[in-house]
Every structure is written in structure tokens, then in C-alpha cells.
């Protein structure tokens, strides 16, 4: 028996080292469970075997509220990539409550001070800002069907919920502009569905007999969120993706009526002039341009359009535009010829629209 | 039950033969007492691990309990054996003391916790861990002297 009991010591011992690591524990014991403990003590008096003994009165511990909770970009690190005039334009979060209670959160967008959150520096403020509770649970942003929210309500415990932050893009913005919009969430209490609770704070002073509340939120880094204040803050940006258009009109005298023809002929009335309009799509551009619509109003020029000359689509080579096939406006007495081109223009690439009129 | 019967038996037989009976009454007391382990900085900016009261106590903290027993009787108490059952929210995290057993099935059967294995959910075979710990007991080799008194400790951590 001894010896067995040494062994056990040795083993004791060792044990004791291994559990010097404390498990993590994600989720934790409600607050508000109330932990008691008991012991009870066997006993021989004389070799006659005792009444077992048992604590007097079991420890009662409650178990407090700790407050922890996160709001995260949801979905990558990276831009929300929006057109100019966009009227819905959304970057979504992701709230998660890791208390040891359900919470509320209530929850409110901040632009002002809020730098880019992916490189490149803020410049303009996206418009009509409202936030949305992924209510059918897609992480996608769902117009009619996920609702309007200013704070989440009853946010369960190890719970997630996704918000999105749905704004407009001015129509003024151009490309590589930058918005950044900030996501705050502050701990609120939970337990009443449809209200949004009272802010919580840690108790101050001695442990009351009730379930106390201890802050152990951390931040999320950005201004305003500092560790254990009930308050996390995340942020995003917006950033504007458009095609940098420009447009060169080219012109050219074909023929004249003695006989010249291009570069020889003159300007003199029966002349024929050729109209390339080229337009580009900047080398850096963020986006292709599709459906582009070339129009030249040329009625108060003493000139007349020749019915069927006008090409679409057509490649520009210099100052001249070639190739093409024939399109757009066509009809005899045209004075605003028009034409929309068939491919999108990429960055960094032309195309042209080129028709031909007679002096008059 | 059995032994229960013996009992009731051995109280009657007790009763009949003398005033001073071997079964006086509160010859042992047990208290337990629980503490909270919190970091706390001194005026030199250490941490200290200090034991205090259970004021605010949240998931993670760690409990240190403390079970007192003291032998109020006037004669030696023999095959003396102190059990706690861990309470449902604390994981178990051990005791300094090497003579202490744990259950990790309610108290069937015991041993040191690296000796210990139990049925995992899906039914493998595994080694006991700290948590998994139901029943924590300490059964001293020597009688406790009349007048003898000892603390006994283990810590957990509020699941």
C-alpha cells in the first residue's frame, strides 16, 4: 500500500506539471449559474466507521457577466469596388457575441476620421448610409428582404450575425476614389427581445449578490476602441472603379470635286470630309467601358451628311480611324449621326466612329 | 443500504451501552472556502497572482478551493478520506498535493488523472484529461490526531 501510494505521488507530481496549460473556453458557463461546492469527509474513530461529515454550508458562487464580442469585415480583406451614381453600394460585417450572455449590439456607421482600410487615402463620403441584418442568413445583401436595423437584438450567445452597410455613390466620383466607412459596436443588455437594452458597464465596486458585468471586449485596433470598453470597431472601404474616358474628333478632306484626293484636296465646297470621333479608355482605368454611345451633331456645319457612310467599331490608327462596319445612323439627311460601339473598351484601349459629309 | 442498516444498528448498540459514545457528535469539521486567482500589479508594475474573495467571477477565472478539516474529538480518527465532487461549471485544473485521487466517472472508479482513460463520445478509448475530472479526493495514510487540523486545495476553472 505504501509503495502503491509512492508510485501515486511520482504520477501525482508529473500530472500536476503536464496541467500547467489552461484550456481554452470559448464559449464559458452561463452567467447567472451559480456554482456551489461540497465536500464530505469518511472516517474511522476506534475502527468503527463514523457518520459521514459534510460541509457546513456549500460555497456559492455566481457566475458574472463577461462581455466579449467582435465586429469584423466580413467576406476578405478587401475594397468594396463600386461605380459612380451606384445607389446601392454595400460592405458587410460580421458581429459575434462570445459572452457568457446574450447581448444586444447596438451598432452605428462613422465616416468622418476614418481612414481607407486598404491602401490608398479616403477622399469622399458614399451618401445615405443605413444598416441591414442579413435576415435570410445568405451573407449576401438582399433589398426587400433583409432589414433595416440600428442595433442587434438578442444576439445569442457564440452567436453571429451579418450586417451590411448599404450606401450611395455620388455620380461626381471618379476613378480610384476611396470612401471608408467604420462599423461601431457597442455591448448592450440582452433578455428583452424587440428593445435595444441599456449600454453595459463593468460593475464597479464590491461583487453584488446578482450577476455582476465585466467588460472583456478587446478592440479591433481603430480609434475610439480601446480593450475592455464595450465597444468594437471595424472598418471597410468603398473604393470607385470606373472607365476614364476621353474623346478626339479627327477629320480629314477624302476628295474635292477637281480631282484631289487625300492629303491634296482642298476645303471647297462639293468636298468630301471624313469625321473619325476616337475615344479611349485610359491605360489604369478600373473598369471597361460598355455601351458606348459616340454621337456628333453636325447641323450647324454647312455640311451634308452621306447617307450610309457611317462604320462603328471601327480601329483607330492615328489621326484616322479604319476597318469598322457599317452602323448607327445611316439615313439620308442625318445631322446627328450616332452610333453605340458592339465590345466593351478595355483599359487602355480606342475604338472609333467614322462617317463622311459634303461641303455644302 | 447495507451499510446503512449496520449504521442504525451500531447507533442503537451505542446508545444502549454508555454515555461516552464512540460516535460523538461533529468529532470532525469540513469547511470549504473558495477563492478567486487574480493577476494583480504591484507599485514595482509586477503581476502578482493573488487570492481573493469571489467578488466578480466570469468564465476563465480561476478557482481555488480549500477544504479545512479539523479533528475535534478526543481520540485519533483513522481511514480519514476527504471527497469533492467538482461542481458542474469548474474544470478541474489539480492540486498540489501528490496523495490526491481523481474520478473522472463520477466516482466509480479513481486514480491518479494519467492513469485514468475514458470513452471518448464517438467510444474511443482516450487518456483522461483535467476536465474531464467528476471527483477529486485526498484519503490520508495516517490517523489525524485529536486536535489535528489541515487544509486540503485543488483549483478549476470556470468553464
Known amino acids: 500500500m505504501n509503495r502503491l501510494r509512492k508510485i501515486f505521488a511520482v504520477i501525482g507530481g508529473f500530472s500536476a506539471a503536464a496541467l500547467g496549460a489552461s484550456p481554452a473556453f470559448a464559449l464559458g458557463t452561463a452567467s447567472g449559474t451559480v456554482i456551489s461546492n461540497s465536500a464530505s469527509v469518511t472516517y474511522q474513530i476506534g475502527g468503527v466507521t463514523q457518520p459521514t461529515v459534510n460541509t457546513a454550508t456549500p460555497n456559492l458562487v455566481t457566475v458574472d457577466r463577461k462581455v466579449l464580442f467582435t465586429v469584423t469585415e466580413f467576406g476578405g480583406a478587401f475594397t468594396t469596388q463600386v461605380g459612380p ?39 469622399f463620403d458614399v451618401t445615405g448610409v443605413s444598416l441591414f441584418v442579413d435576415t435570410n442568413g445568405n451573407n449576401i445583401y438582399d433589398a426587400g428582404t433583409d432589414t433595416a436595423i440600428t442595433f442587434l437584438d438578442e444576439l445569442a450567445v457564440n452567436g453571429s450575425k451579418t450586417v451590411f452597410v448599404v450606401a450611395s455613390v455620388p455620380l461626381a466620383q471618379v476613378n480610384g476614389d476611396i470612401a471608408a466607412v467604420a462599423l461601431t459596436g457597442q455591448a448592450r443588455a440582452g433578455n428583452v427581445a424587440g428593445t435595444q437594452g441599456a449600454i453595459l458597464t463593468s460593475t464597479v465596486g464590491a461583487n453584488t449578490a446578482g450577476v455582476d458585468t465585466v467588460l472583456a471586449d478587446l478592440t479591433g485596433g481603430l480609434t475610439g476602441d480601446v480593450n475592455y470598453d464595450g465597444i468594437y470597431i471595424a472598418k471597410d472601404d468603398y473604393t470607385v472603379q470606373t472607365a476614364t474616358l476621353s474623346v478626339v474628333k479627327q477629320s480629314r478632306i477624302v476628295s474635292d470635286p477637281v480631282g484631289n484626293a487625300f492629303p491634296n484636296a482642298k476645303a471647297i465646297p462639293g468636298a468630301i470630309i471624313e469625321y473619325c470621333i476616337q475615344v479611349t479608355n485610359a491605360a ?35 489621326a484616322n480611324c479604319t476597318g469598322g462596319t457599317t452602323g448607327g445612323t445611316n439615313a439620308a439627311g442625318t445631322t446627328n449621326v450616332q452610333g453605340t460601339m458592339t465590345n466593351p473598351l478595355a483599359a487602355g484601349t480606342s475604338v472609333g466612329m467614322y462617317f463622311q459629309v459634303t461641303i455644302n | 443500504m447495507k451499510q446503512g442498516v449496520i449504521m442504525k444498528f451500531l447507533i442503537a448498540m451505542l446508545a444502549l451501552l454508555a454515555p461516552a459514545s464512540a460516535f460523538a457528535a461533529n468529532e470532525v469539521a469540513l469547511q470549504s472556502a473558495v477563492f478567486v486567482e487574480k493577476a494583480v500589479a504591484d507599485s514595482d508594475g509586477r503581476t502578482k497572482l493573488v487570492l481573493e474573495p469571489p467578488r466578480v467571477v466570469v468564465p476563465g477565472d480561476r478557482l481555488v478551493f480549500v477544504l479545512s478539516y479539523h479533528n475535534n474529538g478526543h481520540a485519533p480518527a483513522n481511514d480519514f478520506m476527504v471527497t469533492n465532487p467538482l461542481p458542474g461549471s469548474v474544470a478541474y485544473q489539480g492540486t498540489t498535493d501528490p496523495s490526491a485521487q481523481v474520478s473522472v466517472d463520477g466516482g466509480r472508479s479513481w486514480g491518479t488523472l494519467a492513469t485514468l482513460k475514458l470513452h471518448d463520445h464517438d467510444g474511443t478509448l482516450r487518456s483522461a484529461r483535467p476536465e474531464d475530472v467528476t471527483h477529486v479526493r485526498w484519503a490520508m495514510k495516517r490517523a489525524i490526531p485529536a486536535g489535528a487540523q489541515g487544509k486540503l486545495s485543488f483549483s478549476g476553472v470556470v468553464r
Request: glycine fraction near 12%.
Open chain 1, 284 to 318: 489604369g482605368a478600373g473598369a471597361p467601358a460598355t455601351s458606348v454611345q459616340l454621337s456628333d451633331n453636325i447641323s450647324s456645319l454647312p455640311v451634308t451628311f452621306v447617307t450610309g457612310s457611317n462604320k462603328i467599331d471601327a480601329t483607330v490608327s492615328g
Open chain 1, 85 to 123: 451614381g451606384q445607389a446601392v453600394a454595400v460592405t458587410t460585417f460580421q458581429v459575434t457575441n462570445n459572452s457568457n450572455d446574450i447581448i444586444d449590439v447596438g451598432l452605428s456607421a462613422t465616416q468622418a476620421g476614418v481612414t481607407a482600410a486598404h491602401g490608398g487615402t479616403d477622399n
